[in-house]
């Protein structure tokens, strides 16, 4: 039997998948459309962005174990292309870790909850801009890819 004092540091296969699906759905019950791994102009992929009614941009970076958040330096970079940056992490994860200045979502594979709001920190009109565009683009693409699988790659 793996000693449970571990469980925290080391992921499920599951993790992610089901992380980033209660998050989601926490974002589709607050009318905030979503998209995931979308390549920001830096090169970086943001787990999750999501932009509100209020055009509002979030980041979420979502984590599947301690080892993931300690060995990650990337999501720093993210509060440059986002109004406020949110972790996601199971019930499992230590939360003391995490910064303060983001905020915290618990989620699992059939929801999730904002247990600590992001402090907004507002995108530049330019940015924004280009970043909700960006983001209308990736979801089109997307969508047009289920309609018809057949599509070149890239078009």
């Not at 300690?70 to 109004?83: A, E, N, Q, V």
């Not at 247990?115 to 995108?123: Q, S, V, Y």
Request: include cysteine; hydrophobic fraction near 45%; charge should be neutral.
């Amino acid at each position: 039997m793996a000693d449970s004092s571990l469980a925290h540091a080391l992921p499920t296969g599951r993790t992610v998948a089901h992380v980033t699906r209660g998050t989601m759905r926490l974002l589709a019950q607050a009318d905030r459309p979503a998209v995931t791994e979308m390549t920001l102009a830096s090169g970086r992929r943001a787990d999750i962005l999501s932009i509100g009614a209020d055009n509002g941009i979030w980041i979420i970076e979502t984590k599947s174990c301690l080892e993931d958040f300690r060995i990650d330096r990337k999501w720093p970079f993210y509060r440059d292309y986002c109004d406020r940056l949110y972790f996601a992490v199971d019930e499992r994860f230590p939360h003391d870790v995490l910064p303060d200045d983001a905020g915290l979502i618990i989620a699992d594979g059939y929801g999730a909850a904002i247990l600590r709001e992001a402090p907004e920190h507002k995108l530049a009109a330019p940015r924004r801009r280009a970043l909700t565009l960006q983001f209308a683009r990736l979801a089109a693409r997307r969508m047009m890819a289920l309609a018809d699988p057949e599509l070149p790659a890239g078009f």
